[in-house]
């Protein structure tokens, strides 16, 4: 090798990121990262705010991390190995990662693997790819523990599982929709080893890994794909959902005396419901949702007060006759009602509004308390005529798809806390197909949309829930 590798490497050894005053990342397991609290969470991102902060040509430093991984030059691995493990300063962190996948040395690949148990979704990419650089026919076997159903039922157990049948799924759709893979070996990968397209028609209906299997199963060989249904179909047992319509008879009297925990908890404990006792659910969670309504009616004036700008146009949007068409909509496109809490919101409130159109040249309001109030997850919830969009989206997606491979439709109900403090991030989206819609916040933490509401409609800390994390 030149002495200019060695040199970048000295230089980039001397830098401020082997400082023992620098933040550090932490490493924890699949079952501790799930497990992490709201404020633990949003800790662990302060550590790569500051760290980022302390570093001020981090982007000089990832193009010297990133030249090494070019140049593929070995003596560098330990301190690649380093940064990749402990690096706080994101940007960093990844170049050095994509350094030693690119080296490719049996030391550098021994560092990405030995990550493969970390909660860091990044550590569980890097990992799973370079098990499968190693010797990708062997790779079934080695990820087929993961599969294991006492594996998959632990908290954060499927995380390794979903990455692994994540390599052979598209990661972006081009013109047209033509399919392309982040790794451009995975359908080589796939055609050659058909026990994976089985793997994903046994887990095709799995509450974890049932999206990331139908969409590898949507982009296969459809002959492939076709036999291992058939073949699965001829010897699976079809499972009959118990459904319940007979009421309680008096579960909104027990919610207006203060019951309000034990009536939500006694719905839930129904698998799916119909009937009488759907109507009763309904009327249990429009005394939930009356009680949200009423909260942010309090509030709004004082928002507006303080020069306080909704992001999406208006604090509070009412229901509408076109609200109405909407949720007909969604449930003759699904084929199911509407979870009862969701309908609930939409039928009573419509959509709420409180977060700070970032957009603005100005700053928010100052309420006096030396805190950003914009990036404390304020509340907003959207109205069923804003998911319009979702019904072209869903019918492109779907055209011709064997119903055994296709999506439930989802609700998006709201942008996430990073989307609302101006981040790139996702959304919070809810089946409507259930009886109970299930808020997901991402694919290993879930909460019921009732639950959600209830904790809004107490507005807790103002209606920014983060406030309790600081």
């Not at 550590?47 to 990133?66: D, H, T, Y």
């Not at 030391?107 to 190693?134: P, Q, W």
């Not at 002959?223 to 291992?228: G, K, M, P, T």
């Not at 009886?435 to 997901?440: C, G, Q």
Request: hydrophobic share 40%; aromatic share 10%; net charge negative.
């Amino acid at each position: 090798m030149s002495d200019a590798e060695r040199q970048l490497l000295k230089r980039l050894e001397e830098s401020v990121l082997f400082s023992g005053a620098l933040p550090k990342r932490s490493v924890t397991s699949h079952a501790e990262s799930v497990g992490l609290s709201e404020d633990e969470r949003r800790a662990r991102v302060q550590v790569g705010i500051s760290a980022i902060e302390m570093v001020k040509n981090f982007q000089q430093l990832a193009g010297m991390v990133r030249k090494l991984g070019t140049e593929k030059y070995e003596p560098a691995v330990p301190a690649l190995a380093q940064l990749w493990r402990e690096c706080a300063v994101q940007p960093v962190r990844m170049a050095a990662g994509h350094a030693l996948r690119s080296i490719g040395s049996a030391s550098a690949r021994a560092a990405l693997k030995d990550l493969l148990v970390d909660g860091d979704s990044m550590s569980v990419f890097m990992a799973v790819r370079a098990m499968f650089d190693e010797d990708p026919p062997s790779a079934f076997e080695r990820f087929s523990r993961y599969f294991d159903e006492d594996v998959l039922e632990r908290p954060g157990g499927s995380i390794v599982a979903h990455e692994a049948l994540a390599t052979f799924s598209p990661s972006l759709l081009k013109g047209g929709n033509e399919p392309s893979w982040f790794e451009p070996r995975a359908t080589e990968w796939l055609r050659d080893d058909p026990r994976w397209i089985q793997l994903c028609v046994r887990f095709r209906k799995h509450q974890a890994l049932g999206r990331v299997a139908r969409d590898v199963l949507r982009y296969a060989d459809k002959s492939a794909v076709a036999a291992a249904l058939e073949a699965a179909q001829s010897t699976e047992e079809r499972r009959e959902v118990c459904v319940v319509s007979e009421p309680r008879g008096d579960l909104v009297t027990r919610y207006l005396n203060g019951e309000h925990d034990a009536v939500w908890k006694t719905l839930r404990e129904y698998e799916a419901i119909s009937g009488a006792l759907r109507e009763e659910a309904i009327a249990v969670a429009q005394e939930t949702m009356k009680r949200v309504l009423y909260n942010s009616d309090l509030l709004i004036p004082r928002f507006k007060e303080k020069g306080w700008v909704p992001l999406f146009g208006a604090f509070h949007t009412p229901t509408s006759e076109e609200d109405t068409r909407v949720m007909l909509e969604i449930e003759r496109r699904t084929g199911g009602p509407i979870p009862p809490s969701v309908k609930a919101f939409w039928d009573v409130v419509g959509g709420i509004d409180l977060v700070w159109n970032y957009d603005k040249e100005e700053d928010p309001p100052d309420f006096g308390l030396d805190v950003e109030l914009f990036k404390l997850d304020p509340v907003s919830v959207l109205p069923a005529r804003s998911v319009t969009y979702l019904f072209e989206e869903w019918d492109d997606a779907h055209e011709g798809i064997d119903p055994e491979v296709a999506d439930p439709f989802d609700l998006e109900l709201a942008p996430d806390y990073l989307h609302k403090a101006n981040i790139s991030g996702g959304s919070l989206t809810a089946s409507s197909c259930r009886s109970w819609a299930r808020i997901r916040f991402s694919r290993t933490r879930r909460t019921s949309f009732a639950s959600w509401t209830i904790y809004v409609s107490l507005f807790a800390w103002a209606a920014f829930p983060a406030w309790t994390d600081i």
